[in-house]
């Protein structure tokens, strides 16, 4: 669907309105053109309807009235682009939406603190990759000689490995153990964020 | 009287209201934003944030209870015209009836 602008006949009007949409657009830039318009058009026919119900006011008054009224665009739009992109994070499985998502949603609830929490996992999994690639001896996952219980996974000097009485378990399975814990991870997040829905309302009731 | 508090409480009960009044609304007609706004004015006098409206419209979609489509307009600027789902007619008559009873009952406390 084409986008048209809405003409005003005094040049103040057109420029007051020029610069709220542009606001509007700067407020939604991290969402798909689609969300982007459809979110544009329906401030746009909300602007061109008010201003047609006010036919008796001046044109320049009514705008700042219509205007003052829906509120400023980047504390308005909020909470509909942290919707947006959540739905369009868990729908595309991609790691920069999903991220950006979590940030957005971040004062939105505790659970989002927890999926947070779970993504730091995740890049902390990808860290472990390159450490183990810079440094193969020392990287690992260590654990006790005698139990099954994990000491540590990480980095260790070879003192304090002798000292707790640990080796290192993975070998050289340590990088493809680490990226399938990053796919595990990540199926997760983006699983628990789908099913965050049903979470919530369970929670609740 | 303690104004503050009779405010904020009201701000509050309208806050709580509003989806359901939106729904209810939306029950016999299919309307445009704007028009919305107007028609939740009329029957209810209550003043919304009206951008507030369109995060509102976007959960209601999500939970899909409401739908909605553009349709052209021969002015050029088309309009979004939201309406019932299936499950919103549902999910609005659960709501109207538990409405009803709490009603009754603060009905019975208030006299």
């Known amino acids: ?205 | 009287m303690n104004e503050t508090f009779v405010t904020n409480w009201k701000s509050q009960v309208k806050k709580g209201t509003l989806t359901f009044i939106i729904l209810n609304v939306l029950k016999n007609h299919e309307y445009y934003g704007y028009e919305l706004i107007e028609q939740i004015r009329k029957h209810t006098e209550i003043e919304i944030a009206e951008g507030t409206l369109y995060p509102l419209m976007n959960r209601l979609k999500t939970e899909e209870l409401v739908d909605s489509k553009w349709v052209e307009q021969e002015t050029g600027i088309p309009r979004k015209y939201y309406s019932l789902t299936e499950a919103g007619i549902e999910t609005l008559t659960q709501m109207n009836i538990y409405w009803e009873n709490l009603e009754k009952s603060i009905k019975k406390i208030i006299q």
């Open chain 1, 1 to 205: 669907m084409r986008i048209e602008d809405i003409k005003f006949e005094e040049k103040a009007s057109q420029r007051i309105y020029n610069d709220y949409m542009k606001r509007i657009r700067k407020a939604t830039a991290s969402l798909s053109k689609t969300d982007q318009d459809d979110i544009y058009m329906e401030f746009n026919s909300h602007i061109y309807e008010a201003i047609h119900h006010k036919k008796d006011a001046n044109e320049i008054d009514s705008l700042l009235d219509i205007i003052e009224k829906l509120g400023l665009p980047e504390e308005v739009l909020k909470p509909l682009v942290a919707d947006k992109k959540l739905q369009q994070a868990t729908k595309t499985f991609n790691p920069v939406h999903v991220f950006k998502a979590l940030i957005l949603n971040f004062t939105n609830g505790i659970s989002y603190i927890f999926f947070f929490v779970l993504y730091l996992f995740l890049f902390g999994f990808v860290f472990l990759i390159f450490a183990k690639i810079y440094n193969p001896s020392l990287v690992g996952l260590y654990m006790k000689k005698d139990s099954f219980s994990v000491f540590v996974l990480g980095i260790i000097n070879p003192e304090s490995q002798i000292k707790n009485n640990i080796h290192e378990v993975l070998g050289n399975w340590f990088i493809p153990v680490m990226l399938l814990s990053i796919v595990l991870f990540y199926f997760l997040i983006t699983l628990l964020l789908k099913f965050k829905k049903s979470i919530n309302q369970k929670t609740l009731s």
